[in-house]
Structure formats: C-alpha cells, structure tokens
C-alpha cells in the first residue's frame, strides 16, 4: 500500500511516455535502424545476484520510507508479524484502484528492470519481479499477503517494466558527452529508474563508448502530443466542474505489420489520458497493448493478416464529477490480461488507408465499479473474466482520418461477501472478498477524428461512450452511461 503523493510522482515520471495506440496518420520520428552487434553483446552479460540485491534494496528502501518517514501503520513489522503472514491465507485487500491497479504493477516494474537492465529477457525478469513481490506481500507488512497483489505486482510489472525500458533506449546514447550525455542519462533515469541506477552502479553512466549502446537499434517510432479540453458532464448545474484541461501523450513503437515472430514488445503501443479537472484523478487512462509473438496469416500485394499473442494492461479511472451529479462515472482496470489478435491491412487503394483488428483476451484480474461495496479504500468489485477488442483506421492521404474503438469486458466477481454483514462492525483487514457477488459487462466505444491543419499539426475530436451493466445476486440490477469528449490540438512528431 502506498499514499496518493506517491502516486503523483510515479504517474509525473511515467507520462513522459504515454500514448494512443494505433495512429491512422503516422510520422516516423526517425527512420529506423537495426541495434549494432557490439552493443547487444555488451548489455547482454547477465548478473542474477546484483539483480536480487537491487530488488531486496528496492523493498528495504521503501519500507524504511513507510516506517520511519511517512509512519505508515503497515510498516510495523517484526518477527511475529512475519511468522503471521507465513501462517495466514492470502486475502482479497481493501486498497484503491490506483494503488492496487497502477502503483502495484508500477512496483512490479522496478523489479523487472533491475534484471532487465542485467541482462535477463522479458521472459527471466518476469520471474525477479514475482521474487521482489512475494518478499513485499510475505515479509514487509503487518498485513496479510494480498492475492490480488501478487497477480497484479509481477504481471503488470511486465508491461510497463518492458514498455519503460524500450523507452528509455530510445534517449541513451554511449558516444555523447558533456551536457547531451548528462541530459540523456537524467531522463532515462527518470523514464526507468532501476536502469538509470543499474548504469551509474557499473559505470555505464558517463562511460564513452564507440558505439550508441542502443540495445533496440533505432526502431519504428511514432509519437504524438495532443492538449486542449476534455467533458464528462455538459449538464448546466455541474458544467463548471465536468470540464477541465486533457493532455494525451501517444507511442507507436515498432512494426505492426509484422509477418514473422519477434521478440516480446518489438511491437506496443499507449494509450493514455491526463487531467486538470476538478477532482477527476491525474490518469484517467492508460492502456499497453504489448506483442509476445506474431506469424502472418494473408501477405499479399492486395492485404495482409496477422495472428498474434498479446498482453493488455487496460485502465479507466474516474472519480465523482460534483456532489450534484453524486455519482462516479466509471472504474474499469485489466492489469492483468492476455490473448490472441488479428490485424488486418488494406493496401487495395492509393490515396486511402484502411486497417483494423480484433483481439479476444483472457482477464486473470481485473476490476470494476461497485454500487454497493465501500470498504476502507476500495469502491470496486475484483473480478476475472474476458475481453474482446475491436477497431479500425481510415485515412485519406495525411490530411484527415476517422479511428473507431470497442472494447468490451465481461467481469465476475465469483468470491462475493454473504447478505447478512454487520458493516458497522468489520475488520477492513479481516474482511477477505472480492466484492459483491456479481458480474459486470462493461463497455468502452471511442470514435476520433483528425483533420490536418499544416504540417504536423492537426485538430482532433475524441469520442468515449462508457456503458455498464451489472447484475448483482443480492441487489437490483444497475445500468449507467457516461459520455466523454474531448477537443484537442495534435502534434506528430
């Protein structure tokens, strides 16, 4: 468990790489190359034990923060709470969603770049991260060991872990010094911390080398910015407070039209929403759609087809608009999710692009708005279910382009609390379920326009429908809709 101002931080650091996902008009920041043998070879040496040191001082470093600075009453630990936690059952925990859903999986990918930055694949760092989460959940706090932590910590800590050290190769550079070399260490620090402290531990840091020390070569990148003013609610007594400022800040990384296997997260994209609205949270969105593995299916002059393997990390965040409206719109989280998707390419037209895809996903833990439990600091329901994702992109030449999105998720929660609780008298760390016994289907549609105004620069609307139904076993059943727009100013670079 961590405190908001925690949250704010991470959040500032992460959003420098945010983004949209699939562009239907992209620019290439520049153009790609491959990464030199040399420095493969060089990054490649692995160093398990300064891996797990890393990750066991990453656990002390942070709960001597909660113990003697900040006091929380978590970090009181002792042998007896240790033997306790050894000895007790893992629990559904009671913690909010940009804790266990953002903060957690953002953990899990400190852990996952200290061996990510040692030499170990995506596949290898994915097990340090589980070893640096079950030690948290076990060893560091008074509390039972979370199972909904130990999914989303390791699995989450994946996708951000590998998505923010990409990233961070994309700033390093070994051959430049002074100033340019100071600038670029700073921010991939910043961008992958484990990383930046990992090079400033072997020297790496300030160590001038013949080559870039790019360990991806210059890949396929596309970024844009976008900025200007979101809507969740045009009513007259609650306008002032259901609009405020939106940024969006877009990656497309890689080859999507791939026809052959790669390495995991050769190809991802973001998707990502930040706000200056009234008490709407900082991130109210956030979506990593990463490829483990691709073979082509159609690859001719006239289309192309793809099957791939794909991990999700899907966040919607929201919180109440004003006390006239009295409702929160919406809280949809898949931290944990993975499945097979299809990518289809037009290239049947000159002037006109045409691509779309359909992904069908396994949600292993996820989360959605409840109507009725209010526990400590948790108003949603954890849940396990499936999502399905469908999309398209059209565009005419650069000048204008029309996006459509669904998503739809269907959550259960299958470990619910009984009728009869007593809630004036239960123990919030005691109290071990999922949340109502329910199931929700939750729908998420986006439309998005872009019109070219001169050079990079282009106009663009953002649609979003949110829909939920939920059917509760021991209440009515309960239906709302929430609209969002957005009108923004685009760059892309």
């Known amino acids: ?31 790609p190359k491959p990464a030199d043998s040399i420095d493969i070879a060089y990054y490649s040496k692995k160093n398990g034990l300064g891996a797990a040191t890393q990750n066991f001082s990453i656990n002390m470093g942070l709960w001597a923060f909660n113990r003697y600075i900040a006091k929380q009453h978590y970090a009181y630990i002792n042998i007896h709470t240790i033997k306790k936690n050894l000895k007790h059952s893992w629990v559904w925990d009671n913690d909010d969603m940009g804790n266990n859903m953002f903060l957690h999986p953002y953990h899990g990918s400190l ?29 560091m706090e008074n509390e039972y060991p ?31 010094v ?17 990383r930046g402290l990992t090079r400033v531990i072997n020297g790496d840091a300030w160590k001038t080398r013949a080559t870039s020390g790019k ?40 080859d999507r039209f791939a026809d052959e296997s790669e390495k995991p997260y050769d190809y991802f994209t973001f998707r990502s929403n930040l706000n200056g609205q009234g008490s709407q949270p900082l991130l109210s969105q956030l979506n990593i759609l990463g490829r483990l593995y691709v073979t082509d299916l159609v690859n001719t002059e006239k289309d192309f087809l ?10 919607y965040d929201s919180d109440t608009i004003s006390d006239v409206s009295n409702k929160i719109p919406y809280k949809i989280c898949t931290p944990a999710s993975f499945g097979a998707g299809l990518i289809y390419k037009s290239n049947r037209t000159r002037n006109f692009h045409f691509d779309a895809y359909l992904h069908a996903n396994l949600v292993i833990l996820g989360g959605a708005l409840s109507d009725h439990y209010v526990v400590d600091m948790r108003n949603y329901n954890l849940a396990s279910g499936f999502s399905t994702k469908v999309g398209f992109d ?26 009869d609780v007593d809630w004036d008298n239960i123990d919030v760390h005691e109290f071990n379920y999922q949340g109502d016994r329910s199931q929700a289907i939750l729908h998420a549609i986006s439309l998005r326009t872009d019109l070219k105004l001169r050079n990079h620069l282009f106009l663009t609307g953002v649609f979003y429908n949110y829909t939920r139904d939920t059917n509760y ?21």
Do not use: C
Not at 180 to 189: S, T
Not at 395 to 411: H, P, T
């Open 1 to 31: 468990m961590y405190k908001k101002y925690i949250l704010t931080l991470t959040i500032s650091f992460f959003v420098f790489i945010s983004g949209y996902g699939q562009f239907a008009i992209r620019y290439q920041v520049v153009p």
């Open 111 to 139: 852990y996952y770049n200290s061996a990510r930055a040692r030499g170990y694949n995506y596949w290898e760092s994915g097990l340090f991260t589980l070893g640096g989460s079950a030690m948290w959940e076990l060893f």
């Open 146 to 176: 979370s199972i909904n932590d130990i999914m989303a910590t390791p699995i989450g800590g994946l996708a951000l872990g590998e998505t923010l050290y990409r990233t961070s190769d994309l700033v390093l550079d070994d051959r430049r």
């Open 178 to 194: 002074g100033m340019n070399r100071f600038g670029r260490e700073l921010a991939g620090f910043l961008i992958s911390p484990m």
């Open 215 to 254: 360990q991806f070569g210059t890949p396929d990148v596309s970024v844009e910015i976008s900025a200007g003013v979101r809507t969740l609610e045009l009513r007259g007594q609650v306008l002032d407070k259901g609009v405020g400022a939106a940024l969006d800040i877009n990656i497309q990384y890689g």
């Open 306 to 315: 793809s099957l791939g393997f794909y991990q999700h990390f899907d966040y």
């Open 394 to 419: 059209l565009a005419y030449k650069d000048r204008i382009s029309l996006s459509g999105r669904y998503e739809v998720y269907r959550m259960f929660t299958w470990k619910g609390y009984p009728k």
């Open 473 to 493: 076993r021991y209440f009515d059943d309960v239906f709302s809709k929430t609209y969002e727009g957005r009108l923004m100013l685009t760059y892309k670079f």
